[in-house]
């Protein structure tokens, strides 16, 4: 069983920065890419960033792309998801996940193993 822990969630104001990290447990994910979606009240679950097995490569939704940058430490069995120019309607619980099937890595379908989530909020 794969177990996925997210964390540096928060508070912060209009153009702050938070860095998010999913630390993984139980297995090795260094196979696999990874992604970070969110999830707002009453809303559908929305892809936000993917990364590539080893890191080579980075998919962002357009909504994000040059604020935010996904990376990983496979070394450490970790993904982080570092947050700039945040915005209000960034204000979402965010989620780390694997996906195993190595495809569509903005369809949330793709992905077996999910953290619990981590609140972000960006006030005004």
């Known amino acids: 069983q794969v177990q996925l822990v997210e964390s540096g969630g928060g508070l912060v104001q209009a153009g702050g920065s938070l860095r998010l990290s999913c630390a993984a447990s139980?297995?090795?994910?260094?196979?696999?890419?990874m992604g970070w979606f969110r999830q707002a009240p009453g809303k559908e679950r929305e892809f936000v960033a993917a990364?590539?097995?080893?890191?080579?490569?980075?998919y962002y939704t357009d909504s994000v792309k040059g604020r935010f940058t996904i990376s990983r430490d496979n070394a450490k069995n970790t993904v982080y998801l570092q947050m700039n120019s945040l915005k209000p309607e960034d204000t979402d619980v965010y989620s780390c996940?694997?996906?195993?099937?190595?495809?569509?890595?903005?369809?949330?379908?793709?992905?077996?193993?999910w953290g619990q989530g981590n609140q972000v909020t960006v006030s005004s």
């Open positions: 139980g297995r090795t994910l260094s196979s696999y890419p």
């Open positions: 990364v590539t097995w080893n890191g080579g490569g980075t």
């Open positions: 996940a694997v996906n195993r099937y190595n495809r569509a890595y903005y369809s949330s379908a793709m992905y077996d193993y």
